[in-house]
């Protein structure tokens, strides 16, 4: 069964400094792999997405994540953190053998500090 | 603009009464699915459809039910056997293949006393 682990519920950085929020799947196949937003009493929004293409993948809002097999590893990374970046961010696995499920981590709330 | 709706925002409910979340969506996504979030648990799956007059159960069915009979429509009622229902509830949909993401409405918030 798949599954995606992100370690710490909570971040704090300083503004302008790299933000680093850290995902892992557990899959036998490596699935697609999503990163999402959501700011407080919102839905969430789409960040980025890896399907097999390039490994780095650029999102919107300066965001990039890099996929490495090897690790099972899909970590979220912005080189300087800005006030708006504060929110939780969520990462997700969809199986690419078919199937509709999404499955998410638990999240990880980031604080940005002036 | 396409979008998902769901409303109400708020909904406050008496404990053992059955109450019914909507959501609309007018992005013409075959498959559509409710989440259900608490602090610290990340989403959870409760039920999803991935064409009219059909669905299947999630994670945490249990206390849940929902129906599909148009393309735009899946509503989510949570009944009185629902032990925990006060949550923050999502709805989703997406195009249908794996790689495709999901949209998401702006949730309902449900408190039960």
């Known amino acids: 069964a798949q599954s995606v682990t992100q370690l710490g519920s909570h971040v704090s950085v300083s503004e302008g400094a790299l933000v680093l929020l850290r995902c892992n799947y557990s899959?036998?196949?490596?699935?697609?792999l999503f990163w999402y937003v959501q700011y407080p009493n919102q839905g969430l929004q789409l960040l980025l997405k890896?399907?097999?293409?390039?490994?780095l993948v650029k999102g919107i809002n300066g965001f990039e994540a890099e996929f490495k097999k090897s690790e099972t590893s899909f970590h979220l990374t912005k080189p300087s953190a800005h006030m708006s970046d504060a929110a939780e961010y969520f990462c997700?696995?969809?199986?690419?053998?078919?199937?509709?499920?999404?499955?998410f981590g638990a999240g990880t709330r980031l604080f940005v500090k002036a | 603009d396409g979008g998902i709706t769901q409303s109400p925002k708020y909904l406050f409910r008496k404990e053992g009464q059955n109450v019914t979340l909507s959501c609309e969506q007018n992005?013409?996504?075959?498959?559509m699915y409710w989440y259900r979030q608490d602090p610290g648990q990340g989403l959870r799956l409760i039920y999803y459809?991935?064409?009219?007059?059909?669905?299947q159960k999630g994670d945490i069915a249990e206390g849940y039910s929902v129906s599909r009979e148009k393309k735009e429509s899946f509503p989510l009622t949570v009944t009185s056997a629902q032990k925990n229902p006060t949550a923050f509830y999502l709805c989703?949909?997406?195009?249908?293949?794996?790689?495709?993401?999901?949209?998401f409405g702006n949730g309902t918030r449900l408190t039960v006393t």
């Open positions: 989703a949909s997406k195009q249908g293949a794996s790689n495709s993401p999901l949209h």
């Open positions: 899959s036998s196949v490596p699935p697609y």
């Open positions: 890896y399907t097999s293409a390039a490994t």
């Open positions: 997700a696995v969809s199986p690419n053998t078919g199937g509709f499920k999404t499955i």
């Open positions: 992005l013409n996504h075959d498959a």
């Open positions: 459809s991935q064409i009219v007059n059909d669905f």
